[in-house]
């Protein structure tokens, strides 16, 4: 028996990195997955890879109209939705002082406004079919302050206070909400690092593959109704060096 037989799950970023990953640990666990992406390569690419069992969904979330039309589209094509994954974001490291203002709303507006409309529009359906789950991509960088990265890290503290506090306005609905906070991973919110700074910390055993990250969910998901498991910190041993 798989673990997530007939639940539909939907996962936004899921055409890359992590969101990839994720798809791809919860189509051999028995779910049916809409992948929501603006990569419409990556969504090709997908969709010829696994067939059937994936749905796609090309949509721009930082478009507000396009963002609004999520969920009635995932219903249109899925008939429901069991378990939702914010998992879409950016990422912008280095000084304050050297972003520039465009960079930061961008990224805000990913990490944090979407992540909250998202949230908001899958609610109702959840909250009426008495049951669901909902999971963020968050990041070690929610749990403490991190000096090299100020604005992603403030982001990931913004959306930790915003799970913390809708699950306990929803678990009486039956709506589990949580978070996975890895770090670091291997994926293009990366591509800023140094060459030799990725290099050293490849070597040093400080980041995790994604897919390791995926994995998680399948230890989150399956769990009894009456369990939560609040935030689930993914990190290699290394790191702490």
């Given amino acids: 028996m798989h673990g997530l037989s007939d639940k539909v799950a939907a996962v936004t970023g899921g055409a890359s990195g992590i969101g990839l990953a994720c798809v791809e ?4 666990a028995g779910a ?3 992948v929501i992406d603006r990569d419409t390569a990556g969504l090709s690419a997908m969709k010829e890879k696994h067939g059937d069992d994936l749905l796609v969904l090309n949509i721009d979330l930082l478009d507000p109209e396009n963002c ?3 969920m009635p589209r995932i219903l249109e094509c899925a008939g429901q939705l069991d378990i939702f994954h ?3 974001g950016l990422y912008l490291g280095g000084d304050l002082i050297d972003a520039d203002n465009s960079s930061i709303d961008r990224m805000l507006n990913l990490n944090v406004n979407v992540v909250m409309k998202n949230i908001h529009d899958v609610l109702p359906h959840m909250i009426e079919r008495g049951c669901g ?3 963020v991509t968050s990041s070690l960088a929610a749990h403490f302050p ?3 990265e100020p604005v992603y890290a403030s982001s990931k503290w913004a959306i930790n206070c915003f799970v913390q506090t809708v699950r306990r306005q929803v678990f009486k609905h039956g709506v589990r909400v949580a978070s996975i906070s890895p770090e670091p991973v291997i994926t293009s919110l990366l591509s800023d ?3 030799e700074k990725l290099a050293q910390a490849k070597s040093d055993g400080c980041l995790l593959d994604a897919d390791e990250v995926a994995e998680s ?3 989150m998901l399956p769990r009894p109704r009456h369990v939560t498991i609040r935030d689930m910190v993914v990190m290699p041993s290394g790191f702490d060096l």
């Fill in 25 to 28: 640990v919860m189509l051999p």
């Fill in 32 to 34: 049916r997955v809409v």
């Fill in 68 to 70: 609004a039309t999520m």
């Fill in 86 to 88: 914010a998992n879409a």
């Fill in 133 to 135: 789950d909902i999971i």
């Fill in 146 to 148: 991190t000096p090299w």
């Fill in 193 to 195: 690092w140094p060459e």
């Fill in 217 to 219: 969910l399948l230890f």
